[in-house]
Nanobody, 115 residues
Framework: QVQLVESGGGLVQAGGSLRLSCAAS????????MGWYRQAPGKQRELVATISGAGATNYADPVRGRFTMSRDSAKSTVYLQMDSLKPVDTAIYYCYARAYGLDYWGQGTQVTVSS
């Protein structure tokens, strides 16, 4: 019943911007912690950002100051605005939700940043 659907990935040049979206269903969105993770080939999946039901955000050091996470309760959607993108940001980006005491994941969206 829980579904997370990411969109907005693509190919951009270094220094460019993208905005990722994650539409959630099957959860009480306003009370659920949401997050973004990313995974590059051969590397561990790593936390990018989280946002609480109250809107408090937290960012991983590599993206702090460049990425901004937000949520829209009316649309049950979270966003990740990515600015000043670097080639090292290239990865599959996954939407995450903590709801009903369990972890839920989207299928991912590819972000590729060229030099």
């Amino acid at each position: 019943q829980v579904q997370l659907v990411e969109s907005g990935g693509g190919l951009v040049q270094a220094g460019g911007s993208l905005r990722l979206s994650c539409a959630a269903s099957g959860i009480i969105f306003r009370s659920s912690t949401m997050g973004w993770y990313r995974q590059a080939p051969g590397k561990q999946r790593e936390l990018v950002a989280t946002i609480s039901g109250a809107g408090a955000t937290n960012y991983a050091d590599p993206v702090r100051g460049r990425f901004t996470m937000s949520r829209d309760s009316a649309k049950s959607t979270v966003y990740l605005q990515m600015d000043s993108l670097k080639p090292v940001d290239t990865a599959i980006y996954y939407c995450y939700a903590r709801a009903y005491g369990l972890d839920y994941w989207g299928q991912g969206t590819q972000v590729t940043v060229s030099s």
